[in-house]
């Protein structure tokens, strides 16, 4: 298996957002037991946001960049258990708070100003503190759909929160857990680094992969679009 490896973030001293981003491993047959995906993440300026949301009153959340920009908050703010409450009442909450913060928050890239915008957002059980059991979530991302898994990118961004408010070390392995499957990632936060004026973590996250079918294209001379085509 050979690993995938990017880095990058943002993350200003105050006022602004945590950050990272990856890429997937590949491999071929046969299948390995499990994968991880290496990341930078970078610690959280963008923290204790109040966020009014319409229906739910005040909020405060975080916001995160894990190759895309997220809010986080405890589903306990919006009067719901992300462990026990329907998924779509979940999805109408988040989906909520998205709109909110698109609306009262003003996100910033420092590399390209067409990443800086805010992807979904992240509910979680509030247990942010380092724990050897594991801490659930539920994304709710672009147009209202739900991730089967604790969704890498949120969970490198949420570990560069957790490692800047302190509630984790350098190489504490947390577990992260979905609410809609159950599937588990772990992830951790394996050193400091830097990118352009932010402080980051790199991050590493891992879990399992299989496979689900093949498919076979093929590509004829005779095809005038074989090489493909552009719209300006």
């Not at 943002?10 to 071929?28: E, L, M, N, R, Y």
């Not at 800086?116 to 509910?123: E, R, S």
């Not at 969970?155 to 350098?170: D, E, F, N």
Request: with cysteine; net charge negative.
């Amino acid at each position: 298996m050979s690993e995938a490896i990017r880095r990058g973030g943002i993350a200003p001293p105050q006022g602004g957002v945590a950050a990272g981003w990856g890429a997937w491993p590949t491999w071929s047959p046969p299948r390995p037991p499990g994968a991880r995906v290496m990341a930078a993440a970078a610690e959280a300026g963008g923290v204790y946001l109040a966020i009014d949301v319409p229906g739910h009153g005040k909020v405060v959340v975080d916001i995160g960049y894990g190759g895309t920009f997220y809010a986080f908050l405890s589903a306990e703010q919006l009067g719901l258990d992300v462990c026990s409450s329907k998924t779509r009442d979940l999805v109408n909450a988040a989906s909520a708070v998205t709109e909110a913060v698109k609306k009262q928050f003003k996100l910033h890239h420092p590399e390209s100003e067409d990443l800086a915008f805010l992807y979904g957002t992240i509910l979680t059980d509030g247990k942010d503190a380092f724990s050897e059991e594991p801490t659930t979530n539920i994304c709710v991302f672009a147009d209202e759909q739900v991730d089967r898994s604790p969704t890498g990118s949120g969970v490198t961004a949420r570990i560069a929160l957790q490692y800047h408010k302190g509630l984790i070390q350098l190489n504490q392995t947390r577990k992260f857990r979905s609410s809609t499957t159950g599937s588990l990632f772990t992830g951790k936060a394996v050193k400091e680094a830097k990118f352009g004026d932010y402080n980051a973590v790199i991050v590493e996250v891992s879990g399992e992969a299989f496979y689900t079918g093949t498919a076979t294209f093929t590509v004829e001379e005779e095809d005038p679009l074989k090489h493909g085509f552009f719209f300006k």
